[in-house]
Structure formats: C-alpha cells, structure tokens
C-alpha cells in the first residue's frame, strides 16, 4: 500500500504528463472531446486557446454551470491546463479577479501558455498544493474545485482551506467522480485503480 505522499506523487507525475504530452495515452480522459462529453458548450470550447482544451481533465463543466458574476473573485483550485480559470475570467469581467493553483509545474506551464495566446489580463496563477492555499482569510468569493478531491489524500485539509478563504456568504462549486461500492481491499492500494 502506497503512503500519501507517494500517492500524492504518483498522481503529480500523471498530471504533468498530461500536461507535456496531452495526445498521448494516460490512465485518465484528456482534451476537446472529453470537455465537450462532460457538458462545456461548442461555442466554449471554440473561443479558449488549445492549450487549455487539449489537456483539460476535470470531471464536470464546473465553470459554466456555476454562478458567477462581474466583479468577483474566484479560486480555481486544481485549475490544471487553465481552462475552467480562463472561463470564469470571462464571467468575472469587468472588475473580477481569478487565482489559479495547481500543484502541478509543468500544468501551470500550459495553463500560463494558454493565458498569454488568450490575452486575459485577469488571471494570476499559483503553484500550490490544495490544502496549503496561499491567499487571505475569506479573500474569495467563488471557488470552484473540479476534480481535485479524489486525487488528494488530504481532503480534509483542503476543506478546511477551502471554508478560510472562501469569504462568509461566499460559494464553493466542487463536482468530483464517486464510486458506487467500495473496492476491494486488494485494489486500494493499487495505483493503477486510483483513476478507474
């Protein structure tokens, strides 16, 4: 059985090489026909940079069905390839503000990459880990977490950020994956399951 921190390792080494390589195979889907099968709209999808969209790999269209308005500040934690950080700094246009993290060097790469081709001046990016956010107590007023629990062992901790910065009355939007029954005790361990 792997401890936390490998896990944690093991899941950071996938990531970036989806990052740095998002045609090739990976234990997770990844891209255009993925964020179009988990519902972001054509039209979405059309108007963001490549760079974002070929190596997405959330699990929901968390930034368009959440709410979100002009003037806001929004966290993007797990924000990986950009994608979700450059729609809501569309929605949050003007006066808004979005701060993405990531845990991942080579996924805030593209994310920068993607930024940049797209032009947004709104949006600042962070390499963190999702449990040690490095922003003010209640300095948000959306956080969207999309995919990110699964992957993290430490998901109380990242909760716990989470309700810190995230200001009283604000929002939290998290869609994640789940499993029906429990695994096997045999598979639990096993990091060839830990994105089944």
């Known amino acids: 059985m792997m ?8 899941v950071r080494e996938a990531y970036s090489s989806a990052a740095r390589r998002p045609k090739s195979e990976h234990p997770f889907p990844v891209g255009r026909r ?14 963001l940079p490549e760079k974002a969209v070929e190596a997405f790999s959330g699990v929901s269209n968390l930034a368009v069905a959440s709410d979100i308005n002009a003037g806001e500040r929004v966290l993007d934690v797990g924000c990986g390839s950009g994608l979700d950080a450059l729609v809501a700094s569309r929605r949050v246009s003007p006066g808004g503000w979005v701060i993405g993290v990531d845990f991942s060097h080579a996924m805030l790469v593209r994310a920068d990459e993607a930024i940049r081709e797209d032009g947004a001046s709104n949006i600042q990016l962070v390499l963190a880990e999702g449990e040690r956010i490095p922003l003010a107590d209640g300095s948000i007023d959306v956080a969207l ?22 200001r009283k009355g604000g929002t939290v939007r998290a869609a994640e994956l789940i499993i029906k029954y429990p695994l096997p005790q045999t598979e639990r361990g096993d990091l060839s399951t830990w994105f089944a």
Do not use: C, W
């Open 34 to 47: 993925f964020a179009a099968s988990v519902g972001y709209p054509a039209k979405v999808i059309r108007a």
């Open 145 to 166: 977490a999309n995919g990110i629990f699964n992957l993290n062992p430490y998901r109380s901790e990242i909760f716990h950020e989470l309700a810190r910065v995230v």
């Open 3 to 10: 401890d936390d921190d490998a896990t944690r390792q093991a």
